[in-house]
C-alpha cells in the first residue's frame, strides 16, 4: 500500500482521469486510454481478466481519438471525437472496447456509469438521452421525459440517477432508500425525473455520484452533499444519512473557502478550491 501521492511517470500528458472501486483509467493529449487495476470482470479493457499493477494501454482504441470516458464497478466506456460510444466489461459481454452502433446516428457528448448493468448517455444536437440497461435491452432507448430539456450534465450512482440542466436545475430518480435523491426520506424510489430543492435556490455548475451519495457545487463555490453517510463521506461529522441536500462548511478554513471542483467514489468525497487545495 501506498499512503501518500505518488506520482505517476508512465504516461504523459494525462489530462483526464476517472478513479473506480477497484480500477482506474486515464486518458492523454494524444486521446490515448491507459487502465489498471483489477481485472476481473474485464474492465480494463483488455482480453485477459487478470489484475493489471501497472497502466496498461487499452490497444483496440488505438487510432480512435478519445475524449471523454467514465468507469462504473465492473464496466467502463469512453467517447470518441466522433460522438461514438464504446463500452467493455463483464455485463456489456465484451472484454475490450465495442462500439455502440445503435448511436451511431446520434453524436453522444458525455456519459455515465453507476451499477455494472445500467448507463445513461447525452447526446446532441437534439439533446436526447438514452438509457441502457443490459438485463433489459440489447441497445440504449431513449428517454423520453426528459425529452427538449436542455441538459448541462449526467451522472449515475447505485440503481439512481440524475441530471444537471442548462438553468441549474437539478433532476433526480430511481432508489431513494437512504435518501440519495435528496427529494427527502417519504419515499423509497422516485420513477421520473424530479427537481431538487435547495435553500436559497443556488445555481448548481456540476454534480458527482458516489455508490449511494452525491455532492452538487454551486456557481458560488458552495458544496452541498447528501446520500448515504458511513465513513462520514458526507462530511457533516459523523456517519448519519441526509435525504436533502446539506451545505458543506470547512472549519479549518480562516475564511469561507469557494470550491471549484468535486469528486466521489463509493466511500469518499474531495473537493478542490479555487486556491488549489485539495
Given amino acids: 500500500n501506498i499512503?501518500?501521492?505518488?506520482?505517476?511517470?508512465?504516461?504523459?500528458?494525462?489530462?483526464?482521469?476517472?478513479?473506480?472501486?477497484?480500477?482506474?483509467?486515464?486518458?492523454?493529449?494524444?486521446?490515448?486510454?491507459?487502465?489498471?487495476?483489477?481485472?476481473?470482470?474485464?474492465?480494463?479493457?483488455?482480453?485477459?481478466?487478470?489484475?493489471?499493477?501497472?497502466?496498461?494501454?487499452?490497444?483496440?482504441?488505438?487510432?480512435?481519438?478519445?475524449?471523454?470516458?467514465?468507469?462504473?464497478?465492473?464496466?467502463?466506456?469512453?467517447?470518441?471525437?466522433?460522438?461514438?460510444?464504446?463500452?467493455?466489461?463483464?455485463?456489456?459481454?465484451?472484454?475490450?472496447?465495442?462500439?455502440?452502433?445503435?448511436?451511431?446516428?446520434?453524436?453522444?457528448?458525455?456519459?455515465?456509469?453507476?451499477?455494472a448493468d445500467n448507463c445513461i448517455i447525452h447526446t446532441i444536437p437534439a439533446q436526447e438521452?438514452?438509457?441502457?440497461?443490459?438485463?433489459?435491452?440489447?441497445?440504449?432507448?431513449?428517454?423520453?421525459?426528459?425529452?427538449?430539456?436542455?441538459?448541462?450534465q449526467i451522472a449515475q450512482g447505485e440503481h439512481y440517477k440524475m441530471i444537471l440542466d442548462a438553468a441549474g436545475v437539478v433532476l433526480s430518480w430511481g432508489d431513494n432508500k437512504i435518501g440519495q435523491l435528496g427529494l427527502g426520506n417519504d419515499l423509497e424510489n422516485m420513477p421520473v425525473p424530479m427537481p431538487l430543492a435547495l435553500e436559497s435556490h443556488p445555481s448548481i455548475i456540476q454534480i458527482s455520484c458516489g455508490t449511494s451519495h452525491t455532492l452538487l457545487l454551486s456557481q458560488q463555490g458552495d458544496v452541498y452533499t447528501f446520500g448515504e453517510g458511513a465513513f462520514g463521506k458526507l462530511g457533516h461529522g459523523g456517519d448519519l444519512d441526509v435525504s436533502t441536500p446539506k451545505k458543506l462548511i470547512f472549519p479549518s478554513s480562516p475564511?469561507?473557502?469557494?470550491?471549484?471542483?468535486?469528486?466521489?467514489?463509493?466511500n469518499n468525497s474531495a473537493c478542490i478550491s479555487e486556491n488549489g487545495i485539495l
Fill in 3 to 115: 499512503c501518500t501521492p505518488k506520482m505517476l511517470e508512465t504516461i504523459d500528458k494525462i489530462i483526464l482521469i476517472k478513479a473506480g472501486d477497484n480500477h482506474n483509467t486515464v486518458l492523454n493529449s494524444s486521446g490515448e486510454l491507459y487502465s489498471w487495476g483489477n481485472g476481473e470482470s474485464h474492465q480494463i479493457g483488455i482480453f485477459d481478466n487478470v489484475d493489471q499493477p501497472i497502466p496498461i494501454l487499452i490497444r483496440t482504441l488505438i487510432g480512435i481519438n478519445i475524449v471523454n470516458l467514465t468507469i462504473g464497478t465492473s464496466v467502463s466506456g469512453a467517447i470518441s471525437d466522433k460522438g461514438d460510444v464504446y463500452l467493455w466489461g463483464y455485463s456489456i459481454g465484451s472484454p475490450v472496447p465495442k462500439l455502440i452502433q445503435s448511436l451511431q446516428t446520434a453524436f453522444a457528448i458525455d456519459l455515465a456509469l453507476g451499477d
Fill in 129 to 152: 438521452v438514452y438509457i441502457y440497461d443490459v438485463d433489459q435491452h440489447q441497445y440504449p432507448i431513449k428517454y423520453e421525459l426528459l425529452k427538449g430539456k436542455r441538459i448541462r
Fill in 255 to 266: 475564511h469561507e473557502e469557494k470550491m471549484r471542483q468535486i469528486t466521489t467514489s463509493s
